[in-house]
């Protein structure tokens, strides 16, 4: 909880049994960047390096971490997918309100809170990365942003059944866009060109707003390529 006094703790937890869990908890008044990544000197993908607590934290053998952050702190977590081709989804804890949750081939289990700032890095393009963000019961305070590279992919996820509306901008130029739920508001961004987007609105009447070189709303043009699954309609 908050600042690590130590300069390295190696956190194990021994052998797997899929409950292992590891609290990490944000200092109040104190803005942290959280970064999580599979251990570099190891490349093992039970060990992962923990930055931003003040500490350094060598994880082992854990199937959960958690960060709660402290909403008003401007607290951010970034994952880094590592060099190995990754596939990261990022969702709703079930039956926990306002907690994001994480699962990837590459990380244990990740659930959020509090946050300002949710952000999953890619790897320079020396690998391929996708990252799947469902974004109807995501906490909507938070703004989630995908550092992609042209190998990786955006995928933005609808409920079954629900009448998704999303709108697509490019807010800052370059290769970004930007996908926002009309639902919620939850804003996903990729901040440099990835190779593909995808929306995956599954059931429901579904609709998709691309806007595109508009002076008014101010979005430039879309480079990245779009692909819309609409599902099954209703």
């Known amino acids: 909880s908050g600042g690590c006094p130590f300069h390295a703790i190696h956190v194990h937890g021994g052998n797997p049994s899929a409950s292992d869990v590891l609290n990490l908890v944000g200092a109040v008044g ?20 923990v930055f931003g607590l003040g500490g350094f934290l060598l994880v082992s053998s854990v199937e959960l971490i958690a960060f709660t952050g402290n909403p008003g702190d401007n607290d951010t977590l970034r994952l880094t997918a590592g060099l190995a081709d990754a596939q990261f989804r990022v969702d709703d804890q079930a039956a926990a309100i306002g907690i994001g949750r994480v699962t990837s081939n590459v990380l244990p289990v990740i659930n959020f809170s509090g946050l300002a700032t949710f952000t999953i890095d890619g790897a ?9 963000f469902a974004t109807k019961n ?17 995928i933005i996820e609808g409920g079954d059944s629900f009448h998704d509306f999303y709108t697509v901008t490019n807010p800052i130029g370059l290769g970004s866009v930007q996908v926002v739920d009309a639902f919620n508001g939850v804003t ?3 901040t440099i060109a990835a190779g593909q987007l995808e929306l995956r609105t599954l059931g429901g009447n579904d609709s998709v707003f691309v806007d595109v070189d508009n002076a008014g709303s101010g979005s430039d043009l879309i480079l990245v390529p779009i692909l819309f699954d609409g599902g099954s309609g209703f």
């Open 124 to 132: 320079l393009g020396f690998n391929s990365v996708e990252a799947a």
């Open 138 to 154: 995501l906490p909507a305070a938070t703004t989630y942003l995908f550092g992609a590279f042209f190998t990786d992919k955006l």
């Open 30 to 49: 104190i803005t942290e960047n959280v970064q999580i990544q599979q251990d570099v000197f190891s490349q093992d993908p039970t060990k992962q390096d």
């Open 188 to 190: 996903v961004r990729k």
